[in-house]
Nanobody, 125 residues
Framework: QLVEYGGGLVQAGGSLRLSCRAS????????MGWFRQAPGKEREFVAG????????YYADSVKGRFAITRNNDQNTVWLQMHSLNPEDTAVYSC????????????????????WGRGTQVTVSS
């Protein structure tokens, strides 16, 4: 089970940190991703991180503004977001995947095994 925390309302230019906590003892065997979906739009990849946390991957739209990290002892993955703008408004969900062949495939939602329900992030102008 994946549960997201930390969503809310923030002004443009502000920062927010999302958390995703996983239940169970096998968290370290899953690569983790963050996705977002805005109203009327398709789900969009945001960031991914490999099992040990040593490799990360970002969508171009968030590169340099967002950072994904994880702590396997805490069964938690975070998404630190800076310089937020109204286009970042969406429901953000974390997802877990056991097998990843190439880092770029983490952008594909269909490869993920488990999903959280999401947390709303709203950026006001």
């Amino acid at each position: 089970q994946l549960v997201e925390y930390g969503g809310g309302l923030v002004q443009a230019g502000g920062s927010l940190r999302l958390s995703c906590r996983a239940s169970g003892r096998t968290f370290s065997t899953y690569a983790m991703g963050w996705f977002r979906q805005a109203p009327g739009k398709e789900r969009e990849f945001v960031a991914g991180i490999y099992w040990s946390g040593g490799t990360t991957y970002y969508a171009d739209s968030v590169k340099g503004r967002f950072a994904i990290t994880r702590n396997n002892d805490q069964n938690t993955v975070w998404l630190q977001m800076h310089s937020l703008n109204p286009e970042d408004t969406a429901v953000y969900s974390c997802a877990a995947v056991r097998q990843v062949t190439q880092i770029a495939t983490m952008a594909l939602p269909q490869i993920y095994d488990y999903w959280g329900r999401g947390t709303q992030v709203t950026v006001s102008s």
